[in-house]
């Protein structure tokens, strides 16, 4: 299974980031894309990228430190991936506009995200993976990990930051929860 995670991750130079990039090029789109990547060594890393719409990767960056269970499969980021904000020039009428993001439990790091905020984005995009809502009193789990509590989160970033915050999650349908046996 993890062959398979793998060789289905995306690689930044591959020719499926180019469709990505010719996509936004195409129809004069911002895409911010967070994704499984798989390097040239066949390591794979929590990433992100911004691309221009002129089709340029202006960010891209690996997740500092996975967080949890994701230790077990994904790599750690280095010190390039703090370079986290782009500043895309939107036109005559919205001008130039910083957008960063950050991947997951990096919304609770302070550090990381006072140098995101310090870099001056307008709109920050905040990435998480599929969740469920909380478990509730009976069965209180890790609220943290939660629909709500991921989404508190992103909120506090919004109120830190005074950023624009679009909260993002993946999607995992059924098809995709069988094929992963989870």
Known sequence: MQTRYIYNS?????????LLKAAAREHSIVAVLGFSERSPTNSVYISQAVISPEGE????????????????????GSGGDLNNVAEIDFGAEHGKIKVGCLACWEHTQPLLKYHTISQ???????????????????????????????????????????????????????????????
Request: aromatic share 6%; proline share 7%; charged share 20%.
């Open 10 to 18: 995306l690689s930044v130079r591959s020719p499926e980031m180019e």
């Open 120 to 182: 001056g984005e307008a709109i920050h995009i905040a990435m998480w993976p599929p969740l469920a809502p909380s478990a509730g009193v009976e069965d209180p789990g890790l609220w943290s990990m939660s629909a709500e509590g991921c989404q508190s989160l992103s909120q506090t970033y919004a109120i830190e930051s005074a950023a624009y915050v679009l909260h993002t999650t993946a999607v995992c349908n059924q098809e995709s929860i069988e094929a992963l046996g989870t």
């Open 57 to 76: 990767v202006l960010t891209h960056r690996r997740k500092l430190k996975p967080t949890h269970m994701e230790r077990t499969i994904f790599g750690d």
